[in-house]
């Protein structure tokens, strides 16, 4: 995609980071904390237009870039589903957006975020 392309990551990066900051704090709020609510609308005002920004202009672009590789986009869809086993399930907007530090801490960080998604699931004593 060029020049546009790295345009529109770059830009993509720093929207990331700024929602990724916002969700590390909302990660850390109870549902009872009275900042709860207000947090959430603060957190979803820019998550919304976000996506929406990505599913109109992005995703549109990206599929037509890779419509252009013939047979290398079923490659690339199989390595981006791969690479998806590898990444955080959880906010860590302090590791980074830059390469090759993102992808470091996102690979130590990864582990531990599924592990934690597992204790969380798993039953609470009190409710046995």
Do not use: C
Not at 70 to 80: C, D, S, T, Y
């Amino acid at each position: 995609m060029g020049p546009k392309g790295q345009e529109m990551v770059d830009s993509d990066r720093q929207k990331h980071y700024e929602i990724k900051e916002l969700l590390k704090e909302f990660q850390n709020m109870k549902s009872t904390d009275p900042d709860y609510v207000p947090k959430l609308k603060e957190l979803w005002a820019p998550l919304w237009q976000h996506i929406q920004e990505e599913e109109k202009l992005d995703l549109p672009a990206l599929e037509q870039s890779l419509k252009a590789q013939g047979e290398e986009m079923e490659f690339l869809a199989r390595r981006f589903d791969h690479t998806k086993k590898f990444v955080p399930t959880r906010s860590h907007p302090r590791a980074g957006e830059k390469p090759p530090f993102e992808t470091v801490m996102g690979l130590m960080a990864a582990p531990m975020d599924k592990l934690a998604d597992m204790l969380r699931k798993f039953p609470d004593q009190s409710k046995l």
